[in-house]
């Protein structure tokens, strides 16, 4: 369907005339007490709706399923379509006595069946004394055809947002006039006079900017009269009249074969299709634990069973597949000729399916269309919709007397509506594809998938309808991207690129300061994290450094704490811009952490690891420090690779000077456990008490100098000779953690 | 979108083609030489596509399913047989019928069409089958456009020139219009030569069969990507906004949302989302040639250690049941998440959502989604026990709400209540006590329990008169508008006699308030069936009628 096709504009008349009040002649025996006890009351005389009533309520189940399907929306600049309400219906609600009302406006709060019903309330049923001279369905198709001319809110908004290329939005629009005509030749007056009309107002709105010629005009006449009368009209197919006009005349009894006519038509005119949900489980009042199975039939969007069309009409051989299976009623052309009520043409029937999907399952929905029952009152309609609006979801699948089945639909509510899901039910073409351990990134194994679970969970979504645009003129979605830019301006992947992650100790500055803006509070609990973290060095607390990749049992406690220091700056410096007190966190970072001697001896190299580690870490975003000696430079390659493909022999190869390939040999148990202890998991008794006692022992003597600077216990002799050489590689091997 | 190589197999196809000097040539042995460019091509860059070979002359034969294994299609096409004459419709139908068979109606298809432009003659020519079109009856139609969404490659193993001579090129050009006008036709470029072969295929290559790469973004976190199949372009509405709609290359993802609430969305197309490792020395030497090969296994075993943010995020979206919000271009969003096959292999996975600004009603408009730290107080609660979707509708749905239908004549039969009925009501309302029902019910299955109104005139000791009395008129002022709404007044008239008959049918036992009311309420309605505008006002409710008895008191204390 065009967003402007004919069915963007619908004009109902309804004839309010004399005549109109005529009973429909179909008794409704309301009075059923005396059936249950028969006492001698007299029962009540049936009663019959008139003409109007037959009209007024056929029209509005029409609009009540318009409605359902395609519900008044808000409207949107850039709203051409989108696939769960194809377009825009607007409809216009016009009675015609011996002048017209219209009964709403084409505004969108206006479409809606309770307004209608109250102004309808207004007009009441036709006044059988009124001069029948005067009244004349003329007047209300006359102002169908003026309100056709009338612009809508929607047209409006795409005029304007298209600009230059308005001339693409059409006017189309179509009018449905429930009258009572005399015959044939009434029928063909009324005819003209709409195409007088229609020539007439074309003429009138091309000098003007709030009406719009019609382009396009679909009349359906339907003349309505009394059960047991024989009809004055004949049944005309769609003719056309103009080039602007086409028009169908239907002649039908008043009551149920009417509801069923306009029933048709409003799936025809808006592309429904109907399906039956069939072997719906219900639990019988009076035996609470026996149920049966009823059927409840739903319209929706024709293109809800666009495979079934589309297979049936191009190829046999899926027709035999499909179509079968899928009961097609005969066609009921004839309304009301067939104990069927609904009058449809065909209906796809799907079998209700246990077991039940849940929810955190995603499937491959390939359409979702809304929905609505022909017939909302009945229990079993009521009981279905009851069940899906309480938040569950029903798999439909086609039956089929062989063969496994195939679950090709799916009904969900989502928000009050129901939604008839079309599932994907033949063969992927992404089956087999390769395993996402299999491609780039996949052999790592340390990824934070936890810290990243708990990251998504921030950064989840939420509504605001309320405030389009913030101070700063963000959208919503923009400050949600916003976030995740300040979110994951220093986020290490993997547990082993990283220290403070790991770290309980640093969490509550961690989430403070990727804020927008921090509070004194916030300021004071960044601050007191820093004096946490400077009390652990004070009493040498370990640190969960990663012993991935390095050698041994990684770098010493103060190195340790160096690495953690320098992350933690990593960290705050880019956020530093964000504000004053950003600026004093890092401030407070700076003047808290401890520069030892030594420290400020290696600090100039330390920094400059430090700046690889940055680079390596955020792709390299800071640019490279000049002045770096080629050696180093090769040495940097070479401590890469080892972490990388921790593979000692890489370094040996690159670095003669490097000691030993030690770590090749069997290791003491002491080293197991304390680098055991150092990465991540639980750690034994054992090695708690080792290290305790270790730990007890070392600060009761002075650690000789060459285990201090030692691996694995194995002190390296004769460094000076390197240090000769101006390089340090043992030093640096330790340092890369 | 899988790939049908539809091969040209007739007799035609081995004219020679006048070559100066070097061997003699057939372009048939052309046809091979080019598909073999394009299967090398796809087992490189394009290995998960699914393609099938068939041959054609006057018949037509699958020669190789559906199958990633280019090994299997280039083998049979260095088999290929020569058969007799050119007839293109047959061999389409079974085209048609093969893919539905396989993908079914709604996966789009590539057809490749390889032949040398002369399509045969008298019965069954294509020439012969276009004039027919419109003769034929429902069962014997043209298989084009095919059912399931298709685009149409046409590879001439001739030149412009030698199609334009005959009404070769007019067929074909009506062929892919009749196909729906996606595809293209391609020709030779001067002499026929393995050369200008080579060239035409290249440009089939770059039109169709060129990997999508992208950037998947999370703020500074990043990974690059191919996306396979290729998402095409979309057009949304040809009347009003006639430019397709391609994805960027720069996938933003937006924000974090729970499986449960993005709940089974419809999407227009699935994608796998694979990490690649870019290799810029690679790019800068120049991509595609052929000894690159072993040192690409290297790079992708060295990739496969360094960590690649697809990964981490996959794993972070399924272990969470989540997925991820991702901006595809303007107003244009798509979904990633975690999918696991039937072997328990899971891959990250991108679905595209229907452009336009809000996709999914339930979620309301994309671009008003923002991150949680925005709202007062955290929408999912402390505990993860809410939701902020889905997003209410403003106006309910009919079969959310009570409305009235009265088409089927069961929507209006009043009927005194049967005990099941009563039984019913009493275990509603936990009230052990012995009611006598009138009821006005929907419809006349069994047990019918959507009531259009119930009416309550006695009472036994424990509930309250004026409470059942309330629930009555409830009902009453639904019936009583619709049959405003309707112009149906006979009906209100009828309904006030029911209750002024059942007046005078009290029990002795009965509330000394309720024959007061019940006339009250049928006064009212008789009034409304007057059409008096006082009486018969759309908004006006009956309230009950006050009386000694029920004096605002212990009923409605009780209430």
Known sequence: MKTFSVSHKTVIVVDHCPYMAESSRQQIECDMLTKSRAQGVIPLAPVSKSLWTCAVECSMEYLRILYDIYPARKLDMSAHRDILACTVLQVNYIVSDSEFHILNSWRQEDQSVQELMSALAAVGPPNPREDPECCSILHGLVAAVESLCKITEYQHESRTTLMDMAERVANRGRIICLTNAKSDTHVRMLEDCVLETIQEQNKLAAGSDRLMPIQQCELVLVHIYPQGDDTLVSDRPKKEISSVLNSEVHSVRAGRHLASKLNVLVQQHFDLASTTITNIPMKEEQHANTSANYDVELLHHRDAHIEFIKSGMHSIFVFDQCIPDCVCTGDLHMAGSTSRDSGLKETVTLKWCTPRTNSVELHYCTGAFRISPVDVNSRPSSCLTNFLLNGRSVLLEQPRKSGSKVISHMLSCHGGEIFLHTLNSTRSTLEDPPSISEGCGGRVTDYRITDFGEFMRENRLTPFPDMPVDAAGRAPFERAKAQLERHTRYWPMIISQTTIFNMQAVVPLANLIVKDSMTEDDLLTCQKTVYNLVDMERKNDPLPISTVGSRGKGPKRDEQYRIMWNELETLVKTHVGTSERHQQVLECISACRSKPPEEEERKKRGRKREDKEDKTEKNGKESEEKGWAPDSERLKGAIEREKEEQSESEVIKDSPDSPEPFNKKPRLATEELLSLEKSKGPVSLLSLWTSRITQANSRKHQEFAGRINSVNNKAELYQHLKDENGMDVHENGKATR | ?559
């Open chain 2, 1 to 559: 979108m899988p790939t049908v190589v539809l091969m040209d197999a007739s007799l035609s196809m081995t004219r020679p083609v006048s070559l100066e000097g070097s061997e003699e040539f057939q372009r048939k042995n052309l046809a091979v030489h080019g598909l073999t460019m394009l299967f090398e091509h796809m087992a490189t860059n394009y290995r998960l596509e699914f393609t099938a070979l068939v041959v054609f002359s006057s018949l037509w034969e699958l020669m190789v399913p559906f199958t990633r294994d280019y090994n299997t299609l280039q083998e049979a096409l260095n088999n290929l047989e020569d058969y007799d004459k050119t007839c293109l419709e047959s061999a389409l139908q079974g085209v048609s019928n093969i893919v539905q068979q396989e993908w079914g109606s709604t996966c789009p298809c590539q057809v490749v069409l390889v032949t040398d432009g002369a399509l045969g003659i008298g019965r069954g020519s294509l020439r012969h089958s276009l004039a027919t079109m419109k003769q034929r009856g429902e069962d014997k139609k043209f298989p084009l456009p095919f059912p399931f969404p298709s685009k149409l490659y046409i590879m001439c193993i001739s030149n412009a020139e030698e199609l334009q001579a005959t009404d070769a090129m007019d067929n074909l050009e009506q062929l892919l219009t009749l196909s729906g006008g996606e595809g293209h036709i391609f020709t030779m470029d001067g002499p026929l030569c393995l050369k200008s072969v080579q060239a035409m295929f290249g440009k089939l290559i770059d039109q169709a069969y060129t990997p999508f790469h992208a950037v998947l973004r999370c703020g500074n976190l990043a990974s690059d990507v191919q996306v396979f199949p290729r998402p095409e372009p979309v057009l949304l509405d040809d009347e009003v906004d006639p430019v397709p709609k391609a994805v960027l290359t720069e996938l933003e993802i937006v924000g974090f949302i729970e499986i449960g609430d993005i709940a089974s969305p419809p999407v227009l197309s699935r994608h796998l989302v694979l990490p690649i490792a870019v290799n810029k020395e690679a790019d800068e030497v120049g991509a595609g040639t052929t000894d690159d090969m072993e040192e690409d296994t290297s790079t992708n075993q060295m990739a496969g250690k360094s960590p690649n943010f697809c990964v981490l995020l996959h794993g972070s979206l399924k272990v969470e049941g989540m997925v991820a919000l991702v901006q595809l271009g303007p107003d244009w969003y798509g979904m990633l998440y975690s999918q696991a096959d039937s072997k328990k292999k899971s891959n990250l996975m991108m679905s595209l959502f229907e452009p336009g600004p809000e996709p999914l009603p339930w979620l309301g408009k994309i671009s008003q989604l923002g991150p949680i730290s925005d709202a007062l107080e955290n929408p999912y609660g402390e505990d993860d026990s809410k939701s902020p979707f889905p997003v209410q509708p403003k106006n309910k749905r009919s079969y959310a709400q009570n409305v009235t239908v009265w088409i089927k004549a069961s929507g209006l039969q009043m009927c005194r209540k049967s005990s099941e009925m009563q039984e019913n009501f009493q275990r509603k309302h936990k009230r052990s006590t012995r009611l006598v029902l009138y009821v006005v019910t929907q419809s006349k299955l069994p047990h019918e329990f959507t009531l259009d109104a119930f009416l309550i005139v006695k009472t036994v000791n424990c509930i309250p008169f004026f409470w059942a009395y309330l629930c009555v008129l409830k009902e009453l002022n639904r019936l009583r508008k619709a049959a405003l709404a309707f112009g149906f007044w006979e009906l209100l008239k009828c309904v006030a006699e029911l209750l002024e008959r059942e007046c005078t049918l009290l029990p002795d036992s009965a509330h000394p308030d309720a024959a007061f009311q019940l006339s009250h309420a049928a006064q009212q309605l008789k009034l409304a069936s007057t059409g008096d505008s006082q009486y018969a006002a759309f908004e006006h409710n009956i309230t009950p009628m006050l009386t000694d008895f029920s004096g605002g008191g212990g009923g409605a204390d009780r209430m």
